[in-house]
Nanobody, 120 residues
Framework: QVQLVESGGGLVQAGGSLRLSCAAS????????MGWYRQAPGNQRELVAV???????NYADSVKGRFTISRDNAKNSVYLQMNSLKREDTAVYYC??????????????WGQGTQVTVSS
């Protein structure tokens, strides 16, 4: 069964950096889009960054120039390098992947979420 496992969250001071990782496991035949959402208490879940299988990327305006999304197809993994972190970046970060599992039906799968807390 497909599972996405995230790591790399934690507590960091404003101006610092974190690198989030997300690895998909299980029987996976193909992965299309991968990306990251985040959700802060009382806020709507928002798209942070997305990377497509051709390598094109998109970022939320609030993170442009500070965050970089990347992927390693050989490892079925997606990463989010977060630099110059701000307090407003504090949220639970969720990775997702549009993938083809053993059912041979495309679906979107989500990680469990990892907490990122930026202090000042």
């Amino acid at each position: 069964q497909v599972q996405l496992v995230e790591s790399g969250g934690g507590l960091v001071q404003a101006g610092g950096s974190l690198r989030l990782s997300c690895a998909a496991s299980g029987t996976i035949f193909s992965i299309n889009t991968m990306g990251w959402y985040r959700q802060a208490p009382g806020n709507q879940r928002e798209l942070v960054a997305v990377i497509r299988n051709g390598g094109s990327t998109n970022y939320a305006d609030s993170v442009k120039g500070r965050f970089t999304i990347s992927r390693d197809n050989a490892k079925n993994s997606v990463y989010l390098q977060m630099n110059s972190l701000k307090r407003e970046d504090t949220a639970v970060y969720y990775c997702y992947a549009e993938l083809l599992p053993s059912t041979m039906r495309w679906g979107v799968y989500w990680g469990q979420g990892t907490q990122v807390t930026v202090s000042s």
